[in-house]
């Protein structure tokens, strides 16, 4: 994957790169929709009122961090936390919620928190930055894959199999790096493409002995998977689940 991410940023065509992504996993290449989805980006200020403090922050965030059109930034208050992560929750729906910057430091599952202290005086605006410049990186292969793909439309293939990757980080408990994701993309968006236009599947060596093995992280592909087939109204053939599986399972790393 790191090195799919390294031709990637040497200018090498996508062809090549998807070729690098696979590599790894012992598969030959052969040569060779509805785009309504996609998400804004979102990133969350956070205070007990919603008003004072977090629209400042929501300010200092959009004059520092994002001159972007594409990502949005909103206050919320937190006097009641189950009812925050509820909204937070719902508004998943139609955003991709990038991190909450909050006055209260505290534990929130699946969104990346940077306490308004650390934003302020310490190393947040970098951190922030970072998570920002991802997500723009993210966008760039969609629109990238817009251009080598035929079936289906490459920044609607992004968005979704982010946020299967999302799903997949929650439930299985790991992290993903940048460049790991970067090239799951890449792998997702044209394995989509190859189903879409009937091509072969390839054969995955020993698949039920590989999923007897890895029965847990298979069944969550799996069933976040069906997400994809119902968007894309196809069918993803266990041994295209394999090999999504193994480049998870194969690169992951653990949450703390």
Same mark, same amino acid.
């Given at each position: 994957?790191?090195?799919?991410? #390294? ?6 065509? %996508?062809?090549?790169?998807? #070729?690098?992504? $696979? =590599? !790894? ?31 400042? &922050? ?6 520092? /961090?994002?001159? +972007? ?6 206050? &919320?208050?937190? $006097?009641? #936390?189950?009812?925050? +992560? ?26 990346? &928190? /940077?306490?308004?202290?650390? $934003? ?20 760039? /292969?969609? $629109? =990238? %894959? ?19 990757? !999302? ?16 090239? +799951? ?11 879409? !236009? ?23 592909? #799996?069933?976040? %998977? ?31």
């Amino acid at each position: 994957m790191i090195e799919a991410c #390294r031709k990637a940023a040497l200018g090498r065509e %996508l062809s090549e790169i998807y #070729r690098a992504c $696979l =590599s !790894s996993l012992g598969r030959h290449v052969e040569s060779g929709n509805d785009p309504s989805h996609s998400r804004t980006d979102l990133i969350i200020t956070a205070c007990f009122t919603g008003e004072g403090a977090s629209e400042r &922050l929501r300010k200092i965030v959009e004059a520092q /961090i994002v001159d +972007i059109p594409e990502i949005e930034v909103r206050s &919320l208050n937190i $006097l009641n #936390r189950k009812e925050f +992560i509820k909204n937070l929750d719902a508004l998943r729906t139609d955003y991709r919620i990038l991190a909450v910057v909050s006055t209260i430091d505290m534990v929130i599952d699946h969104y990346p &928190l /940077i306490p308004a202290v650390e $934003l302020l005086g310490g190393g947040g605006l970098e951190r922030l930055q970072t998570i920002v410049n991802e997500e723009m990186a993210y966008r760039q /292969i969609g $629109l =990238s %894959l817009k251009n080598h793909l035929h079936k289906v439309d490459g920044e609607e293939a992004v968005d979704r199999a982010l946020a299967f990757l !999302s799903e997949v980080e929650e439930n299985m408990e790991i992290h993903i790096e940048h460049d790991v994701k970067t090239g +799951i993309l890449l792998h997702m968006g044209f394995m989509l493409d190859r189903i879409m !236009s009937g091509e072969q599947i390839r054969s995955f060596d020993n698949l039920q002995d590989y999923k007897k093995t890895f029965e847990n992280p298979f069944k969550i592909v #799996r069933e976040g %998977l069906k997400k994809l087939e119902e968007a894309f109204k196809t069918q993803i053939d266990e041994h295209e689940v394999a090999y999504v599986t193994r480049m998870i399972v194969e690169n992951e790393s653990k949450t703390v």
